[in-house]
């Protein structure tokens, strides 16, 4: 097997035409038109480099769509032939859009969360805090106190709480 990349692909009328209204598209999002983009540019025999110069991304970015590309074709097959406009376009969509990201794993449980959101909706004093509205470094103290959680910043507290409502007043939050 080849470990050459071809100077250029061929693309087939309809990936062409999908490719096209993808790159031109107001209603994508900016990240598909640009992948898009790259495979056409591919496609015209530009290189990678002169197809990062033009788009100002970096040559890796380059090189990782046009392998995903090959990717995606090669999983295809031929059965691409016999798709619908519609399912072919969602198949080009799919494999010009981001794969799932694993990203860090929650630190809190839902139960943990739903514990510092039901301790904030009560009144301070009801809990012998000394304030009127829960700010979110005391709420975070009474979280601690009451052993809901062995640590949590601040910033942790106030990303809950904004999560909850857009109107903090309406748990007693101030």
Not at 4 to 27: A, F, Q, V, Y
Not at 65 to 78: N, P, V, Y
Not at 133 to 150: F, G, I, P, T
Request: with cysteine.
């Amino acid at each position: 097997m080849s470990t050459t990349r071809p100077s250029r692909i061929s693309l087939k009328r309809r990936e062409r035409k999908i490719l096209e209204k993808l790159s031109k598209g107001r209603k994508c999002a900016r990240c598909l038109s640009d992948r898009a983009r790259i495979l056409l540019y591919w496609s015209e025999g530009r290189g990678v480099r002169e197809t990062a110069r033009e788009m100002d991304i970096d040559t890796k970015t380059v090189l990782a769509w046009r392998q995903r590309w090959i990717a995606a074709i090669e999983s295809w097959g031929t059965a691409r032939e016999a798709w619908s406009h519609k399912d072919f376009t969602r198949k080009i969509f799919e494999a010009l859009s981001d794969a799932p990201r694993s990203g860090a794993p929650p630190k809190f449980t839902p139960e943990q969360v739903c514990e510092v959101i039901r301790i904030a909706c009560e009144l301070p004093r009801t809990l012998g805090v000394p304030v009127s509205h829960w700010s979110a470094a005391d709420l975070r103290r009474e979280v601690l106190r009451q052993n809901v959680v062995s640590e949590i910043s601040v910033r942790s507290v106030g990303r809950f709480l904004k999560r909850l409502t857009s109107n903090p007043t309406e748990c007693a939050i101030g």
